[in-house]
């Protein structure tokens, strides 16, 4: 690996007339790099969460991130870690490569839902039907941010997207497809949930998720552990007039989104106690 000293730039300041703070006292394996990603966006929680956790618990060296194709994708930028870049909807595959030649690792797939539950959902499926040993987080925006907003697999009936400015209609499209009860049936899945990103507690429990998937891949349960965090593109969201704001994506997150999701955990091994969510 690089040395991390040798990449890290200055210290950002931001533009005249913003106000930024550090939330967080982990710099050690965050770059420090400007993100390119939306102000709002939860890609950037995930990001912290993954640099806060990585760091905590010393495994820099050990973690190897599994990228799809998507905004997330990014995030090799911000981590100071291993990465290996997929195809779009790859990424599974990605990761039970790299997770079998390398099983001392710690083997992270990052995907947006696109990625993960479209083009991406055989091979996601499959790595856990054969009990793959790695750790899938996806960030779920109900769209496929990175090409403008469209509708997706798991794009629920009030959002508005490029391609259905109204909503996505169930009688065309379907129903959104609800990714952990998709996967939690799987023997091979030995831990799946769901978190959010909406306000500074739904923060805390989906940190309290990841690093839960974290603790027992580190236990030596090897299986598939999956994580849908639901996030914003508060950008691409819009259509028949509306618009959002990334305060008020979040609420639609909390107010629509929700009805269609169970949040928490669905699949826990035993002796673990339980995390809850709002
Ligand atoms: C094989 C292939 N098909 C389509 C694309 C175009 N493409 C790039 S990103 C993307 C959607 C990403 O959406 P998602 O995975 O939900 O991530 P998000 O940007 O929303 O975080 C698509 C369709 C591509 N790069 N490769
Ligand atoms: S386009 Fe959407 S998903 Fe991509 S960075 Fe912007 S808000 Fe986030
Ligand atoms: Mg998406």
């Known amino acids: 690996m690089t040395e991390p000293a040798a990449r890290?730039?200055?210290r950002y300041t931001p533009p005249e007339g913003v106000e930024a703070r550090k939330i967080s006292p982990q710099l050690d394996v965050h770059t420090g790099l400007p993100s390119s990603w939306c102000p709002?966006?939860?890609?950037?929680?995930?990001?912290?969460i993954l640099c806060d956790l990585v760091t905590e618990l010393d495994l820099a060296e050990k973690t190897i991130l599994a990228l799809g194709v998507g905004c997330g994708s990014t995030i090799a930028a911000q981590m100071e870690v291993n990465t290996v870049l997929s195809p779009h909807g790859r990424a599974s595959d990605t990761a039970t490569g790299v997770s079998r030649m390398a099983p001392d690792r710690i083997v992270v797939q990052y995907s947006g839902d696109g990625d993960a539950c479209g083009i991406g959902l055989a091979g996601l499926m499959h790595a856990c039907n054969r009990r793959e040993n790695f750790i899938v987080v996806i960030y779920n925006n109900n769209a496929y941010g990175m090409t403008g907003g469209q509708m997706g697999p798991t794009t629920t009936k009030e959002v508005p997207t490029t391609t259905f400015?109204?909503?996505?209609?169930?009688e065309v499209m379907g129903y959104p497809m609800d990714i952990i009860k998709t996967l939690e049936h799987f023997p091979g899945v030995v831990y799946a949930g769901r978190c959010a990103l909406t306000s500074g507690v739904r923060y805390r429990e989906a940190s309290r998720m990841i690093r839960r998937a974290f603790e027992i891949h580190l236990a030596g349960i090897k299986g598939m552990k999956v994580i849908d965090c639901l996030g914003n593109c508060n950008v691409n969201w819009k259509g028949g007039g509306v618009t959002f704001t990334p305060e008020s994506s979040n609420q639609f997150i909390e107010d629509q989104i929700m009805k269609y999701f169970q949040m928490g955990e669905a699949t826990v091994p035993e002796g673990y106690p339980p995390i809850r969510v709002r």
């Open 40 to 48: 709002g966006c939860g890609h950037g929680s995930v990001s912290q």
């Open 165 to 170: 400015q109204g909503g996505r209609d169930e």
């Open 8 to 10: 890290r730039p200055e």
